[in-house]
């Protein structure tokens, strides 16, 4: 079954601050939140809480000068994980909650998931079980400019290209937002920002909030009777909107995501191509990408479960047309070539083969399978236990991560859970991550501080100095 909004559904806005932006390595250090009703009514008080860094863990230099939250003060101020998660699912992860965020799919909720695997939840049924559901706001952000931008305010750089930064949507529309990047300021924000979209676009607002079902997604872009649909994604060029013309083309490399084609783009001019070469252009390195004439793939995947913003293209009057510069007739051609070629089949096996390169920090292995049934029961345990009942709780998991994850956990939330074995296992593992990462934290701390130009900025730095000395191993 779809979703099926009840009077009892609710959407929480969501933020996080992290101490980077790989949540492989770093972690959540703020959580932010406010539930409202369907009309955007804040319902009872924000949350907003801490998550104490723990001592294995560098943060990068750059995201601490940006949110001002040193470890020292998630430390003296904040809840372990095990703590903030119990919080998290006793008052946030209420049944039938839409959690919503701005790039939360690819940034926030990612974090989320790392942090609920490490410490024994299922990292994926917060956003599904007991109707709850998820949904992104900056491809909704991207849509309405592209599509309906009447009555809203879009900020520009200072070239004239359109920027959809939240502060910036906020501040050109007389939005208070006193502190960007605090979480719970950011999700002021993010309210006043979708109050705003549903009052001056609600048709769009309401249609692109049903899309947030997967099963609604896969209505419209699908292989079973591809048609032509608007798209907007981050993927597309800032200067048309992030928006274009799609055609569904061949089944994805990951289950339930399409390989989608941008119509703008003529197909006889990758159809020769052998598979090898297309790989070349999809795999390109940073540098490669930068150069003149180098032309992206113009093919994508589109995973059903990532709200994406998708429309039919009864939605691009002529208004938007002009606005994303697309010509239908062009389109119309493209189309037509792209059905006579072997693209399709190129094109799948292009995108085959898994997204995640494999890893032996257990930290990392989210995605290197999922948990099986019997040991779930297993996990249930380890969160419900004590410091005094994990000393002695050794369960027998299938999962071999499971079982190098248990001595983490207990280190991180219940250190005086470790026995004496244990303990040196924590230190060398501290001892092995910290000399590995400590030379470029030094490097960037030195940069940084010779570029810092506010107190704020030396003092925090200083506090990464003493975090760094305060963590090291001491020697033998």
Known sequence: MGYTETVATTLFFYDLETSGTDPKTQRIMQFAG????????????????????????????????ITGITPQKTQDEGYNEADFLKLLNEQVLLPDTIMVGFNSVRFDDEFMRYTLYRNFYDPYEWTWKDGRSR???????????????????????????????????????????????????????????????????????????????????AK?????????????SGRYPIGLDHTTVAYPLAPGGKPGSV?????????????????????????????????????????????????????????????AQARIKIDLKLVAQNLAKLRRSALASKLAEVFAGSEFAKTTDVDAQLYD???????????????????????????NFSDE???????????????????????????????ERLARDLPRYSQTLTLLASQAKTTNSHFLLQEMQLWAESIAPLPD
């Open 401 to 431: 991560r499971l079982a190098q994850l248990l001595l983490r956990y207990k280190a991180r939330n219940y250190p005086q859970s470790l026995n004496e074995a244990e303990q040196k296992l924590w230190d060398q593992y501290r001892a």
């Open 369 to 395: 399978g999922f948990v099986a049934d019997s040991d779930k029961p297993k996990m249930n345990a380890v969160r419900n236990a004590s410091a005094k009942d994990l000393a002695d709780f050794n369960p």
């Open 220 to 232: 419209l872009v699908n292989l079973d009777d591809p048609q032509p649909f608007i798209y907007s």
């Open 34 to 65: 406010q539930r409202t009703d369907m009309d955007l009514k804040p319902i009872g008080d924000p949350v907003n809480l801490l998550v104490a860094l723990t001592e294995d863990v560098l943060p990068e230099p750059q995201a601490i000068l």
């Open 135 to 217: 949904w992104d706001l900056l491809d909704v952000v991207r849509m309405t400019r592209a599509l309906r931008p009447e009555g809203i305010k879009w900020p520009v750089k200072p070239d004239g290209a359109p920027i959809n930064r939240l502060e910036l949507i906020s501040s050109e529309n007389g939005l208070d937002h006193a502190n960007a990047h605090d979480a719970l300021s950011d999700v002021q924000a993010l309210i006043a920002v979708a109050q705003l979209l549903k009052s001056k676009q609600p048709k769009l607002f309401d249609y692109l909030l049903k899309m947030r079902d997967k099963k609604e997604v």
């Open 259 to 319: 390989i989608v084609y941008d119509l703008r783009h003529n197909p006889d001019d990758w159809q020769d191509m052998s598979v090898a070469e297309l790989k070349e252009i999809k795999y390109a390195n940073y540098e490669t990408r930068q150069m003149e004439g180098f032309v992206p793939l113009p093919a994508k995947e589109l995973a059903y479960n990532k709200c994406p913003a998708v429309a039919p293209m009864g939605v691009l009057d002529s208004a």
